[in-house]
C-alpha cells in the first residue's frame, strides 16, 4: 500500500525525560515531562489559523497528550488511531540509542522481540491513509521512528530526526515529498 498523495501536517509529541536522557522508548508510555508539556503549548500556537479539521493521534500519552494540547488551541477532538503507536524496540526499550538503531532503520538488524523497520512502514503508511480519509487538514501527532519510516515512504532519507514539537507541512511531490516547518 502506497501513502495517499494528499498533503497533512504531523506533529512529533513533546520531550520526555527518557528523550532528554537519549533513551529508547518504543512502546514504554513514558509522559511528556515539563519541557514537553511547554513545546506542545508552543507547537499549537504555530498550529493555529491553518484551518486544521481534524487530528489523529497515537494512543500513547506522550503524543496523545501534546495532541489534546493542540485540539484544545484549535478547539478540535483527538481521535486515537492504534496504528499510530510508536515501533515496538522490544529489548532495547529503555536503553541508550546505540549504533543498532542505523542498521534497524536500513534493514539489517531488528533487536530481539523489536518490530522490524518494513513492518513499521507498512503499519505507518496504512495508519496516515485513515487519517488522511478525514476531514482535511488533518494533524497527525505521533512518534520519531515512525515518522522515519514516513520518511523512507514519501522518498526521503529515513534516518533524520524528527524534532521535539515541531509542526512539519507534508505536501507530495515527485520524486519525493516536502517537508516544511511551521513558523
Known amino acids: 500500500m502506497a501513502l495517499l498523495p494528499r498533503a497533512f501536517w504531523f506533529l512529533r509529541h513533546g520531550e520526555t525525560d527518557w528523550n532528554a536522557q537519549g533513551l529508547s522508548q518504543g512502546n514504554v508510555d513514558i509522559p511528556l515531562n515539563p519541557t514537553g508539556i511547554a513545546q506542545a503549548h508552543a507547537a499549537a500556537a504555530l498550529l493555529r489559523n491553518r484551518g486544521i479539521a481534524s487530528i489523529v493521534a497515537s494512543p500513547l500519552s506522550r503524543a496523545h497528550d501534546t495532541a489534546l494540547i493542540a485540539a484544545d488551541a484549535l478547539e478540535r477532538v483527538v481521535e486515537l488511531d492504534e496504528g499510530l503507536r510508536e515501533v515496538s524496540f522490544g529489548q532495547q526499550e529503555g536503553q541508550p540509542m546505540a549504533e543498532w538503531f542505523n542498521d534497524w532503520v ?12 518494513a513492518a513499521l512502514r507498512a503499519r505507518a503508511v496504512a ?7 478525514r476531514p482535511a487538514p488533518v494533524l497527525v501527532v505521533a512518534h520519531g521512528a515512525l515518522f522515519r519510516a514516513l520518511r523512507a515512504e514519501m522518498g526521503l532519507e529515513p534516518n533524520v530526526r524528527t524534532a521535539n514539537a515541531m509542526p512539519l507541512f507534508c ?7 516536502t517537508l516544511t516547518p511551521a513558523n
Open 171 to 177: 505536501e507530495p511531490g515527485s520524486p519525493s515529498w
Open 127 to 133: 495508519a496516515i491513509n485513515r487519517a488522511l480519509a
Open 106 to 117: 536500513a534493514g539489517r538488524f531488528t533487536p530481539a522481540e523489536a518490530e522490524p523497520f
